[in-house]
């Protein structure tokens, strides 16, 4: 089954500790991407992929890494979480495919992250 | 630069009403995608539909249907005789495509809640 995969799906932490969001996509995707949700925000883009090794600020990049060693795999790090990094976090996947043709893009189940 | 406005915030109907969700978009660009994504109280991201600017005919799936005018930049969504489940937040999305027409980053609104009332 095509799926975008996060774990955890839940996580409750506490300030400064370093925690690693996973999200791996058996569908050989080259665009990967992560979101995060906020009430009366909607989906931000944090950080996305192009590709293997190659990857670029979304529009709220601040306190996040990520990395893209392997295809399949894009995992977001938060070094030091602090409380406003509560949220909902997605990762998404889709094939950039043939130029004019839009790939569909996949959505994980999303990782309800609260930092205490 | 790109942006998708979604004035209402929260909307409540009484199951069979018809409503409707607005979505008004601003890009700089000629060709590029919308989409509507629905997302139920278990969290999920679920896709609705997409649609491309060369193509403005309204679409219709059942009880939903999405009326597309490029001359107010709108993408307006209806459901037809409401359901409680369709009880959910609704996102509106957009996507520019470069000029090797590959589709960039989405850009989302900010979300309408609907509350179908039984």
């Known amino acids: 089954e095509a799926q975008v995969t996060q774990n955890p799906r839940y996580l409750i932490t506490v300030t400064g500790k370093k925690l690693t969001v996973t999200c791996s996509q058996n569908?050989?995707?080259?665009?990967m991407s992560w979101y995060r949700q906020d009430p009366g925000l909607g989906l931000r883009q944090i950080y996305y992929?192009?590709?293997?090794?190659?990857?670029d600020k979304g529009d709220v990049p601040e306190g996040y890494k990520v990395s893209r060693k392997e295809k399949r795999n894009f995992p977001l790090i938060l070094e030091s979480p602090s409380p406003n990094q509560t949220s909902l976090y997605f990762c998404?996947?889709?094939?950039?495919?043939?130029?004019?043709?839009?790939?569909?893009?996949?959505f994980g189940p999303g990782t309800r992250l609260t930092v205490l | 630069a790109q942006k998708v406005t979604q004035a209402q915030t929260e909307i409540s109907v009484v199951e069979k009403e018809d409503v409707t969700l607005d979505c008004v978009y601003e890009?700089?660009?000629?060709?590029?995608?919308l989409f509507w994504y629905k997302q139920p109280p278990s969290g999920e991201l679920v896709f609705l539909i997409r649609?491309?600017?060369?193509?403005?005919q309204n679409e219709i799936s059942g009880r939903y249907s999405w009326n597309f005018q490029k001359s107010t930049s709108s993408f307006n969504f209806t459901i037809t005789a409401s359901q409680v489940v369709d009880s959910a937040v609704y996102f509106c999305?957009?996507?520019?495509?470069?000029?090797?027409?590959?589709?960039?980053?989405?850009?989302f609104g900010t979300g309408t809640r609907l509350t179908v009332i039984p």
């Open positions: 998404a996947s889709r094939g950039l495919g043939l130029a004019g043709r839009y790939n569909e893009q996949f």
């Open positions: 569908m050989n995707h080259e665009y």
């Open positions: 992929s192009m590709n293997v090794e190659v990857t």
């Open positions: 890009t700089r660009d000629t060709t590029y995608y």
């Open positions: 649609r491309n600017s060369f193509d403005e």
């Open positions: 999305a957009l996507s520019e495509i470069d000029s090797y027409f590959v589709a960039n980053n989405l850009f």
